[in-house]
């Protein structure tokens, strides 16, 4: 039986607009020529390429229902990494390890009680000498390897066929030699893309079911497994709270500079005001009023439900740096000549805003999007570790950030809770920023020669 959560919502909304944004771009020669320039910078392709892995892990983790027999709610993701959720160890153990990393009283063979590391229930269980976890590792890295390289090479021949299949179709009106051009960089673009995802992926698959590649954290969980569970936490406050800031800006933002006046008048006292407020002061007093109302539903509503306030007051608190950008936008735009010759023309007001003024703002609203994305996304690490984030039972990065901060106080040393969140956080936030940079690029007329 399929549960829809609170944030499900606006992540699908989220999906659709893109849908729909991408279909209503591809009819516009300023978009297409955006995409061309985009689509020549290979590191720009390689992060929207590791920007789209994200995404679809996300998705995965977006789709829940209720389990039959526990009555859990669980995602796709968690019903194909089964094997991480379930293979649960009594407490701590290191990267690729078979026995715990804390020591525990057990009894020798003749009966006398002794302190020593206890072997691992799931951590290299298959070897029946641990002496050989070393050949073990390499034997699964060299199959993982050929078999990542194989389907590689077939992925890549059907994505040259696929390729060459829609190009005969979609770029009829490019002269031949551009054409031969971009044909061979997007082709080799894309089958670099694909050998640097497969074999990795693959060696994951060999590896990861056997072994507890990132350690195991103080409650025997697999961290690999807490990681990519975060993923779809750090996407829906970096996305929905960016969704929630876009109308306001928008409306507020053109409003305030298309009229002026007035109108104006009362909508930079508003966000002068707002701005001038500590953001984390708002966050803190709203978090605190919604913890009052949080005892309705199970644990995974609750956790929604928490998530969903924190992207509501983060995106109330955000608004207005954009919404000072579209005003100064809208104001230069309300003076072009095919504005003026709308209005004499006897064009409606409200016709010049949706078909004059706000698609000419829409590049500025994408790149701010881009941008203003990863913020968020360490924003919410920064906020769990002051205790105002997700709520605890949820996985994120800020989380196992804020669990990582005492157990580096320990003795022995649990490092690699805090290197799995770095790792991973850094995995997203690099590409959506050289992403937005290159799209900046592409989009900002200034940067036109």
Same mark, same amino acid.
């Given at each position: 039986m399929?549960r829809?959560?609170?944030t ?5 909304i ?5 849908f729909i944004f991408?279909v209503s ?7 297409r020529?955006?995409?061309r320039?985009?689509?020549s910078?290979p ?10 892995l994200y995404?679809s892990?996300?998705?995965l983790?977006t789709?829940?229902f209720?389990d ?12 194909i990494?089964a ?7 009594r407490?701590?153990?290191a990267p690729?390890?078979t026995?715990?990393?804390?020591? *525990?009283?057990? *009894?020798t &063979?003749d009966?006398?009680p ?8 799931y ?15 390499s034997k ?8 990542g ?6 992925? &890549?021949g ?8 829609? &190009?005969?179709i979609?770029?009829r ?7 031969n051009?971009?044909s061979?960089?997007a082709v080799l ?5 694909t050998f640097?995802?497969?074999?990795p992926l ?9 072994y507890?590649?990132l ?7 697999d961290?690999f497994?807490?990681?990519?569970k975060s ?8 996305s929905?709270?960016?969704l929630?800031?876009?109308p306001f800006?928008i409306f507020?933002g053109?409003l305030?500079?298309?009229?002026g ?5 009362i909508?930079q006292?508003i966000?002068?005001?707002?701005a ?6 708002l966050?803190?007093?709203?978090m605190l009023l ?14 929604d ?7 509501i007051i983060?995106g109330i608190?955000s608004?207005?740096?954009l ?5 100064g *936008?809208?104001?230069k735009?309300?003076?072009?000549e ?18 004059h003024?706000?698609?000419n703002?829409?590049?500025?609203v ?10 968020l996304?360490?924003?919410e690490?920064v906020?769990?570790y ?5 709520d605890?039972t949820?996985?994120s990065?800020?989380n196992m950030i804020?669990?990582?901060?005492? *157990? ?12 799995a ?8 936030v ?6 937005g940079d290159?799209?900046?690029d ?7 020669t």
């Amino acid at each position: 039986m399929f549960r829809i959560l609170p944030t499900d919502i606006f992540v699908f909304i989220l999906v659709a607009s893109s849908f729909i944004f991408i279909v209503s771009a591809r009819r516009r020669e300023y978009w297409r020529a955006a995409w061309r320039q985009v689509r020549s910078n290979p590191v720009a392709m390689v992060s929207l390429v590791v920007l789209s892995l994200y995404v679809s892990i996300a998705l995965l983790d977006t789709v829940h229902f209720v389990d039959r027999k526990t009555g859990a709610t669980l995602s796709l993701l968690d019903w194909i990494a089964a094997p991480l959720r379930e293979q649960v160890e009594r407490t701590y153990s290191a990267p690729f390890a078979t026995h715990q990393y804390t020591k *525990e009283s057990v *009894e020798t &063979s003749d009966g006398k009680p002794t302190r020593s590391y206890p072997p691992l229930k799931y951590g290299g269980a298959h070897l029946k000498n641990t002496d050989s976890i070393i050949e073990d590792i390499s034997k699964r890295i060299v199959q993982g390897t050929i078999q990542g390289i194989i389907l590689a090479i077939v992925l &890549s021949g059907l994505i040259v066929g696929a390729y060459h299949f829609f &190009s005969k179709i979609f770029m009829r009106d490019i002269h031949s030699a551009q054409k031969n051009m971009i044909s061979k960089r997007a082709v080799l673009t894309m089958v670099k893309i694909t050998f640097a995802i497969t074999i990795p992926l693959i060696l994951l698959i060999h590896l990861s079911p056997y072994y507890h590649i990132l350690g195991t954290d103080k409650v025997g969980n697999d961290v690999f497994y807490r990681s990519i569970k975060s993923i779809r936490t750090g996407l829906v406050i970096g996305s929905v709270t960016t969704l929630i800031v876009i109308p306001f800006a928008i409306f507020f933002g053109v409003l305030a500079g298309y009229f002026g006046g007035i109108a104006d008048d009362i909508i930079q006292y508003i966000y002068s005001t707002l701005a001038s407020i500590p953001s984390v002061l708002l966050i803190v007093s709203f978090m605190l009023l919604i913890e009052l109302g949080e005892s309705l539903g199970d644990i995974a509503w609750r956790a929604d439900r928490r998530l969903l306030s924190l992207c509501i007051i983060m995106g109330i608190t955000s608004w207005t740096g954009l919404c000072r950008l579209i005003r100064g *936008e809208t104001l230069k735009l309300r003076e072009l000549e095919y504005v003026q010759a709308a209005l004499s023309f006897g064009v409606n007001r409200l016709r010049i805003l949706f078909k004059h003024i706000v698609p000419n703002l829409m590049h500025i609203v994408l790149i701010s999007f881009i941008l203003r994305f990863s913020g968020l996304v360490l924003a919410e690490a920064v906020l769990a570790y002051i205790g105002i984030g997700v709520d605890p039972t949820m996985e994120s990065w800020g989380n196992m950030i804020n669990t990582a901060r005492l *157990e580096l106080a320990r003795e022995p040393v649990v490092w690699w809770n805090l290197l799995a969140a770095f790792f991973f956080m850094f995995g997203l936030v690099l590409p959506a920023n050289l992403f937005g940079d290159a799209l900046r690029d592409a989009l900002d007329p200034r940067l036109k020669t």
